[in-house]
């Protein structure tokens, strides 16, 4: 009951925050990907955030769950072991109703842009299919493909490439503004 | 102090009978495990986190050495796997390492990796060890890579060397291995899914950032 207020609460902000959008595009685009405060201290201290992970936040997905699954060169097929880590997603989405999810797709460049762009797209919407099939609402979901821009790096080696045919599950409190 | 008190505490029991006694000894042989968990069709035992010291435990730390992102790398010195992430962070795992004469360093990559993987004692090992079988079929309470092994291999010839899970979770944090690199069976399944097949792996004495600490470490082990 109180998780459907919740949601219903972040909907009615998110509607709001819609409203606004319409004067001030740049805003919202910087809510989408804050940037990362600059980091200081030290290696092996607690990451910002990773003090303490309380059961249900964004900081426990990502130690417990996991954002990314991956894709072998031109395909868009889920393997075991994607299809595994978006078992766990699912649960984990299930358990935590609130959270909305972006699910973006990457692509290497084996191949034209608008291939890479066609085929990214197609990994985040086979990721949403499967999360739906296991039981996520679709209404807190959408996919989008980022086509070989944003790699993790630009790369030749294959050690690198892979780490570009990817989707991340990015939790969001509120959609993205069209 | 405390094992002091353990001891008294088991001799009490003894009065009590036998029985009581090889039922305490045995809980504090198993106390590293509690309660099982299936995966994959095979059930196996659950590592007891309450036991294990913090600093082993999967946790997301900074991390400013220059690897790049999705790179498997060991700090054999201090016992921990990062598996690097975007903005200066890594996942971090306490492992065990090799033994003194098994230590091993250099680059590979992850090109194949198994779930419940059989375990093939190598030549070598069995030498050493003549008790061991030949074979150990994936699943068996036996097999000691556990859930998962990770298999490392350079410029397609296979190192030998593995990250797998363990039998003992006592062993992580120690030199325990013959080269290998344990994980807890929780984070061997756990880093499992997040490499794919062509990770990166470097097993370093020590990460670059560490190297103070390395030193520190070395001149505090006693010369045995």
């Known amino acids: 009951m109180s998780a459907m207020t919740g949601y219903t609460r972040r909907l009615l902000a998110a509607a709001m925050l819609l409203a606004l959008a319409a004067c001030s595009t740049t805003k919202i685009a910087s809510l989408e990907e804050p940037t990362a405060a600059p980091m200081t201290g030290q290696t092996n201290d607690p990451a910002p955030g990773f003090e303490n992970v309380a059961a249900g936040s964004e900081e426990d997905f990502i130690l417990n769950v996991g954002r990314r699954i991956y894709f072998t060169q031109d395909s868009a097929t889920l393997d075991s072991v994607a299809m595994a880590t978006l078992d766990n997603q699912a649960i984990w989405l299930n358990k935590n109703p609130t959270w909305l999810l972006k699910l973006q797709g990457f692509a290497d460049d084996s191949g034209s842009a608008s291939k890479m762009q066609t085929l990214s797209q197609k990994r985040a919407d086979a990721a949403m299919a499967y999360l739906v099939w296991k039981g996520v609402d679709a209404r807190r979901m959408w996919a989008k493909g980022y086509g070989n821009d944003r790699e993790v790096r630009d790369c030749t080696e294959r050690s690198c490439r892979v780490q570009n045919r990817r989707v991340v599950t990015n939790l969001r409190a509120q959609p993205d503004a069209a | ?224």
């Open chain 2, 1 to 224: 102090m405390v094992g002091t008190r353990r001891e008294i505490l088991l001799g009490g029991l003894a009065l009590l009978g036998a029985g009581a006694v090889h039922d305490s000894a045995l809980a504090v042989a198993s106390s590293y495990f509690a309660g099982t968990a299936i995966d994959n069709g095979v059930t196996y035992r659950t590592t007891n986190f309450a036991k294990i010291d913090k600093r082993w435990r999967r946790q997301v730390v900074k991390y400013f050495s220059s690897e790049p992102v999705g790179t498997v790398v060991v700090d054999t010195r201090h016992h921990f796997l990062y598996l690097i992430m975007e903005n200066k962070t890594a996942i971090r795992y306490g492992v065990g390492v090799g033994k003194d004469g098994f230590k091993w360093f250099g680059r590979a990559t992850i090109d194949q990796k198994t779930l419940w993987p059989q375990w093939t004692p190598p030549p070598e090992m069995r030498q050493r060890h003549p008790d061991l079988p030949e074979f150990v079929a994936g699943g068996s309470p036996k097999n000691p890579l556990g859930p998962r092994a990770m298999y490392l291999l350079r410029d397609g010839v296979d190192t030998g060397y593995r990250l797998h899970g363990t039998l003992d979770p006592s062993s992580i944090g120690k030199d325990s291995s013959s080269g290998c690199i344990r994980m807890f069976n929780e984070d061997a399944i756990d880093l499992y899914q997040r490499c794919p097949i062509g990770t990166a792996v470097q097993v370093l004495p020590h990460i670059a950032d560490q190297a103070e600490s390395a030193a520190q470490v070395s001149q505090a082990t006693p010369v045995q």
